[in-house]
């Protein structure tokens, strides 16, 4: 009988919300991983979160993490600045590195992670494209997969959030959210963005009058497929995401998780989560396991999206930057696939 695997020690930069969620759920939900040390700007935050994960380590300096020799590998939750400077620096050190979307700032940046670890011959980063582990979004890509649909010929994304706040980064809503869809659609339909169309609208007007909060989306896939993405971030109601794919003989569509019918008051309603942590938890949980259990077993740790994704994304969301500002569809080329990444699925 084999031995059991060792249990990795993971660090944690960043234990804001998001940060905070994954600590959670290292320590009570996944097997076979423990927190070992944590880092963020706020010391106060990394002290409380270092204090209800037994044994982890408080450092100052998040490069001093990555560099530790007590951390196996590392979590990047900080601000998305700090993405690929983090990233890169884990490479340096060989560690395995799961880091929250956008993997860079755009385009040009992200393809520097890429070259580092094409340079390096192996795949040691993923990016947490959450979606990917999602028990709903799952079964449509096993019935995508499985045929019973035909050829794909429609996506439609629907990605809503209760509020924003004033003083957002200008295209927030396309690097912060809709590049969730964009990894969706071509994680689903196992095709390339050609050409993007996007029209933005400010519909809170508490927002700054340059911030669009409703997003319109369409794009043209290599496979004679099109798609169209609707983000709202000021739907009020609460949050919610739906994804489906129309086929040339079917289509399949995500449903919200199972919760309880509510009927009172003559109405009869269903739970909306307050926001994507609770939507979405189980999809961090499986995420995590299975990241730490390819690591335990030296098997391929980009189960989820790669490097190549998490650039090419930020490709999609560029393009669609570009159509807002010039209101005029943009076409893309996406580069071909380095080797390093031709066996994903």
């Known amino acids: 009988m084999a031995d059991a695997p060792q249990p990795l020690s993971i660090g ?3 234990v804001g919300g998001m940060g905070r969620r994954h600590a959670h759920n290292l320590r009570d939900s996944v097997k076979g991983a ?10 106060e935050r990394a002290a409380q979160i270092a204090a209800e994960c037994p044994g982890a380590r408080v450092f100052d300096n998040p490069y001093d993490l990555i560099a530790g020799e007590a951390v196996d590998a590392v979590l990047i939750v900080s601000p998305d600045p700090t993405h690929a400077g983090f990233t890169l620096a884990c490479l340096e050190q060989n560690k395995p590195v799961l880091c929250e979307k956008p993997l860079a700032t755009g385009p040009r940046e992200a393809q520097t992670v890429v070259e580092a670890e094409t340079a390096l011959g192996q795949r040691l980063v993923s990016v947490g494209y959450m979606r990917r582990f999602d028990p709903a979004h799952v079964a449509l890509k096993e019935a995508l997969d499985g045929g019973s649909l035909g050829r794909p010929v429609l996506f439609r994304g ?3 959030n209760a509020g924003a706040q004033p003083g957002l980064p200008r295209h927030l809503i396309v690097t912060g959210s809709a590049v969730h869809d964009i990894d969706s659609a071509r994680w689903l339909l196992g095709q390339e963005v050609q050409e993007v169309f996007a029209r933005g609208l400010r519909v809170d007007e508490q927002l ?5 909060d409703m997003l319109l989306v369409q794009m043209t896939f290599g496979g004679d497929c099109l798609a169209t993405i609707e983000v709202f971030v000021s739907a009020r109601y609460g949050y919610e995401v739906l994804a489906e794919v129309v086929g040339a003989r079917g289509a399949a569509v995500t449903t919200q998780p199972a919760g309880a019918v509510l009927r009172q008051s003559q109405r009869c309603a269903t739970l ?3 926001d994507w942590l609770e939507r979405f938890q189980d ?15 030296n098997q391929n740790p980009t189960c989820g999206a790669s490097a190549w994704d998490g650039y090419v994304s930020l490709l999609v969301a560029q393009a669609c930057i570009d159509s807002l500002e010039s ?15 031709q066996d994903q699925r």
Not at 283 to 297: G, K, P, S
């Open 327 to 341: 209101g005029r569809p943009q076409a893309l080329d996406v580069p071909p696939r380095p080797g390093l990444y």
């Open 158 to 160: 629907v990605h809503r």
């Open 12 to 14: 944690i930069i960043g």
């Open 272 to 274: 909306v989560h307050h």
């Open 208 to 212: 700054d009058d340059y911030f669009h």
């Open 283 to 297: 999809a961090y949980v499986i995420e995590l396991q299975q990241w730490v259990h390819a690591l335990q077993r």
């Open 34 to 43: 423990t927190v070992a040390a944590v880092a963020d700007a706020d010391a």
